[in-house]
């Protein structure tokens, strides 16, 4: 009995160090792939902005609600999104895709994968085919933030943006999803690791670990600051003032719809331009519910980031009421309708299906190393002619999309054939 018991623990290790061998030898890989060469050529001013003329944004530009004297008001087209991980940005970056097609805007993309060489900070050399003086509409992909070098790529009035969730259930999805690759865990005893750790992150917790960054403040890391430092210590309120003077809406995962209003007023977008479904969701099977204890422990040893999405909670709530409260649900009651009705025309029985279950490979979602956790869809067979382009793009899955946008995402691909190979 005993042996039956050791085999699959003997066998989680072998792929626990099979992991670690993989994730050294395709760093090695990307960092060869991305070295560049320096040269003294002069560095040229970014073009104030590469879109087409306003009037050719959309055949019927629609009125901003905030405007006076009748003005027509043109959709802002220059946008930096922060993507930050496990906050629901994923399925924000199909909205920005499909705008981005609708407007003919050209995306400052990674080279090779689909992060701009993630964890290390943000790098303008990372992005593909980039030219000093070259201009750009977006940029989106998972990046570590770095402003100055972001500020090199895209236009100077270039519309900052970023989304944050509550730090407790971020810590929460983060250990889960990122847990194989983090050897820091894998030494941690019992069936539920994650309470364990939040017993005595101390025990288990290193800065210099690979990959401990997903583990402790992990919204800090993402935006380029020190995420190790103690709530208290005054550097952590400077870092919110900087990421706050930087980036002028900053979305929550908890009130998505009510977020998609504020940027459709903020950026003169329409209610067509901000229809979605969810993506890259975890089933509900595979949540582990926090308990209060746990979720204090989580938010104490996230106090950095727990500072930080306070803080915007609060602004974020501002922004609400100068939008008007009333004005606010009518709004979102409005988005969750039209959802509800691209849900009936386009997705298979009405809703998400586990990873085994969704037909098609394109519509097959990325999956964390390990495991295969996060759900997809299956699209209809019999969509209506006038929603069948708009239902694959909603439900095609960020590598994919990518791949359509014509990303070169060699290492990934490769990344993920090894993964079959070896049957994650």
């Known amino acids: ?21 993989l994730l050294i030898s395709v760093t090695l890989l990307y960092s060869l792939s991305t070295i560049q060469i320096n040269s003294s050529s002069p560095e040229f001013p970014v073009p104030h902005s590469c879109a087409p003329h306003p009037g050719q944004l959309s055949p019927e530009p629609s009125a901003n609600s905030t405007q006076q004297d009748n003005n027509i008001c043109a959709p802002k087209v220059d946008i930096m999104f922060m993507k930050t991980h496990k906050t629901g940005s994923s399925t924000f970056l199909n909205i920005l895709f499909r705008f981005g097609e609708k407007h003919r805007l050209k995306f400052a993309f990674p080279t090779s994968r689909n ?3 993630y964890p290390s900070s943000f790098q303008r050399t990372y992005v593909q085919g980039y ?76 800065p210099n670990g690979i990959n401990s960054f997903y583990l402790k403040n ?23 003032k900087v990421i706050a003077e930087r980036f002028q809406l900053v979305m929550l995962m908890e009130h998505f719809e009510e977020s998609l209003i504020l940027l459709k007023d903020t950026l003169c977008w329409e209610m067509d331009d901000l229809l979605f479904f969810k993506l890259n969701s975890r089933s509900e099977s595979t949540v582990s519910k926090l308990t209060p204890e746990l979720r204090a422990k989580a938010l104490q040893w996230n106090g950095a980031d727990w500072k930080l999405y306070k803080h915007f909670n609060l602004t974020f709530w501002k922004k609400v009421e100068d939008y008007g409260r009333k004005r606010m649900e009518e709004d979102v009651a409005e988005l969750r309708r039209r959802n509800a009705e691209m849900v009936q025309i386009c997705i298979e029985g009405g809703h998400s299906v586990e990873p085994g279950s ?15 956790t996060i759900v997809g869809y299956n699209l209809k067979t019999n969509v209506d002619k006038q929603y069948q382009e708009l239902c694959r793009k909603m439900l095609t899955p960020e590598i994919q999309y990518l791949t359509d946008l014509g ?16 049957n994650w």
């Not at 623990?9 to 160090?17: A, E, I």
């Not at 100077?156 to 929460?172: G, Q, S």
């Not at 999805?173 to 820091?184: A, C, E, N, Q, R």
Request: glycine share 6%.
């Open 131 to 206: 030219k000093s003086g070259m201009c750009f509409n977006i940029m989106c992909n998972h990046m570590r933030f770095s402003g100055t070098e972001v500020a090199k790529v895209l236009p100077k009035d270039t519309f900052y943006m970023t989304i944050l969730r509550d730090p407790a259930e971020l810590f929460e999805s983060s250990f889960h999803y990122f847990g194989h690759v983090v050897p820091l865990t894998w030494r941690i005893p019992g069936e539920d690791t994650m309470a364990e750790f939040l017993r005595d992150p101390q025990q288990y917790f290193s």
């Open 1 to 21: 009995m005993l042996q039956n018991q050791e085999k699959p623990r003997c066998q989680l290790q072998v792929k626990r160090v099979t992991v670690g061998i």
């Open 358 to 372: 969704i037909h098609e490979a394109s519509m097959q979602p990325w999956q964390p190393i390990g495991e295969k």
């Open 115 to 117: 992060d701009f060489f």
């Open 407 to 422: 990303v070169n995402l060699w290492l990934t691909k490769l990344w993920g054939h090894v993964r079959d190979i070896i």
């Open 218 to 240: 992990l919204l800090f890391f993402d935006f380029g600051q020190d995420h190790t430092l103690d709530p208290d210590d005054p550097r952590v309120e400077r870092s919110i």
